[in-house]
């Protein structure tokens, strides 16, 4: 999983990527640090970049992308995003939507 340190590389990731994951965690979240090993382990069945961003490093994508919790799972398709999960997500329905992408 790649890491996002500023706002302009994440505007260069998703002009130059087709389809992707974001991972959206913050600083002091217990959720995150829970969640991210499980959707790190989805990196192997799907051939999409997976990307992960803290928003306390990079608060502009917050705002940018209408981002008021975490964590939160973003998958963008065609440039465009395509399924948002915050906080509390289900893995089935991750994997699910992922498959659309694929």
Request: with cysteine.
């Amino acid at each position: 999983m790649q890491v996002i340190k500023s706002f302009e590389e994440w505007l260069e990731t998703i002009e130059n990527q087709r389809k992707l994951l974001l991972f959206v965690k913050t600083d002091h979240c217990s959720v995150c640090d829970g969640l991210l090993p499980k959707v790190v382990a989805l990196e192997e069945e799907y051939p999409i970049p997976f990307y992960k961003v803290n928003v306390a490093e990079v608060p502009e994508i917050a705002g940018q992308l209408s981002l008021f919790t975490a964590p939160v799972v973003l998958l963008f398709h065609e440039g465009k995003e395509y399924a948002r999960f915050a906080r509390f997500i289900q893995m089935q329905e991750l994997k699910r939507r992922l498959g659309e992408i694929r």
